[in-house]
């Protein structure tokens, strides 16, 4: 048997397969992806097409690794929270590269410091003396 033949005669018996599966009448559902009604050939067919199938399934795949992504952070976050503490009132930070929490410093600014340390954190951040004194106030800067 030629290859040709081959291919026709493993289609034909393909298409044989089928027909029972199509008979079988699942219900319509909506594609997973475009949301087009079609008659699925098997329960758990979620896509109208090969190609609803084929982006649907690349969105997945995009959809889980953000969610790993996400997951990470969290627990980057989680971590930090848990070991990267402020010095000022020993509670957690959420990142690494905070060194203090902005309101702890500004109640440094309301008890009256005005160490070089407390003086340059703000106007690191870009605030005026001005400003903190503004912010020694209570006011919003
Ligand atoms: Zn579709
Ligand atoms: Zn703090």
Redesign the pocket.
């Known amino acids: 048997m030629d290859k040709e033949k081959l291919k026709q005669a493993n289609e034909k018996l393909a298409g044989a397969c089928l027909i029972p599966v199509t008979e079988r009448n699942f219900k319509e559902k909506p594609c997973l992806e475009c949301g087009k009604w079609f008659k699925p050939l098997y329960p758990y067919m979620k896509y109208c097409c090969k190609s609803c199938a084929k982006v649907g399934m690349r969105r997945k795949q995009k959809e889980y690794s953000a969610r790993i992504v996400k997951l990470k952070s969290e627990e980057t976050k989680k971590w930090n929270l848990k070991h990267h ?7 957690g ?1 959420p990142a690494k590269n905070m060194r ?2 902005f ?3 500004v ?1 440094m600014l309301r008890k009256g410091n005005r160490s070089e340390k407390t003086l340059r954190y703000f106007w690191n951040r870009g605030y005026t003396l001005y400003d903190m004194e503004q912010l020694a106030r209570g006011e919003e800067v």
Do not use: F, N, R, W
Request: glycine letters at 8%.
């Open positions: 503490l402020c010095p000022i009132c020993g509670k930070m203090v929490h309101d702890c410093m109640e």
